[in-house]
């Protein structure tokens, strides 16, 4: 495992977290995720550490209320998220990550417009 930092585009928000250095990073299709360009790397709540900018905070829900969409208040960047299918966990975008720990990078195509027949094809989270 290896140490992750990563943000917002203004730096407000900061966090790290645990996970490979090699990335297999999701790519969903769903009218958020498209929207925003998010890539999804799944890591569990202890894998996950903010480390500034919690007051910078603003958070979006949507549809069932259960995805917790997290975004700097000034620069408006989404780094992060609650995800509905990991509600344990985060969702980290690997797009607000710095460069320099990750390896590598692939990524796996997700059918997020029809989520309910495909979120069992998420992998789980791991501790």
Avoid at 34 to 45: D, R, T
């Amino acid at each position: 495992m290896t140490t992750h930092s990563g943000g917002c585009h203004c730096g407000r928000i900061r966090f790290e977290i645990d996970a490979p250095a090699d990335i297999d990073a999701t790519e969903c299709n769903c009218s958020i995720c498209s929207m925003s360009g998010f890539l999804h790397l799944f890591v569990s709540k202890s894998q996950f550490r903010l480390l500034s900018g919690e007051g910078d905070l603003s958070t979006y829900t949507f549809g069932s209320g259960i995805a917790q969409h997290n975004f700097c208040r000034r620069c408006g960047v989404k780094s992060f998220y609650v995800p509905r299918s990991h509600p344990d966990g985060y969702s980290v975008n690997v797009r607000c990550l710095d460069p320099s720990t990750i390896s590598s990078l692939s990524t796996s195509s997700f059918d997020g417009r029809n989520w309910e027949q495909n979120v069992s094809k998420l992998s789980p989270l791991n501790d």
